[in-house]
């Protein structure tokens, strides 16, 4: 699901960790990603919450996460960043972000 400023705040609350991945449409490691994430987010549906922003267009998120550098996904959980990973993760190294 891709969130803005308006809905981020928001959609972060939940009762399972959220990954957040921030990306640009004209990102190669973005694009390289994002079948593991949907991929994930269907198997896990209920156990993890996969959100998207979009750093072109909400880029004061971008710079409130203090991200330089894309893909970045951040985990959430109860609201709080709990963990950050930069550059192309394969499913694995996706599943062990919120897998305990």
């Known amino acids: 699901m891709k969130v803005t400023k ?3 705040d928001k959609e972060i609350l939940a009762d399972v960790p959220v990954i957040v991945d921030f ?13 593991h994430l949907e991929e ?6 209920g156990k993890v919450k996969i959100l998207k ?7 004061d998120l971008a710079v ?3 991200i330089i550098s894309i893909p970045t996904l951040i985990v959430f959980e109860n609201g709080e960043p709990t963990k950050k990973v930069v550059g192309y993760q394969n499913k694995n190294q996706l599943l062990n972000l919120f897998n305990k």
């Open 53 to 59: 922003v979009n750093v072109d267009t909400d880029g």
């Open 6 to 8: 308006d809905t981020f």
């Open 40 to 45: 994930i987010e269907r198997e896990y549906a």
């Open 23 to 35: 990306y640009a449409d004209w990102c190669g490691p973005c694009q390289m990603i994002a079948p």
């Open 64 to 66: 409130k996460f203090g």
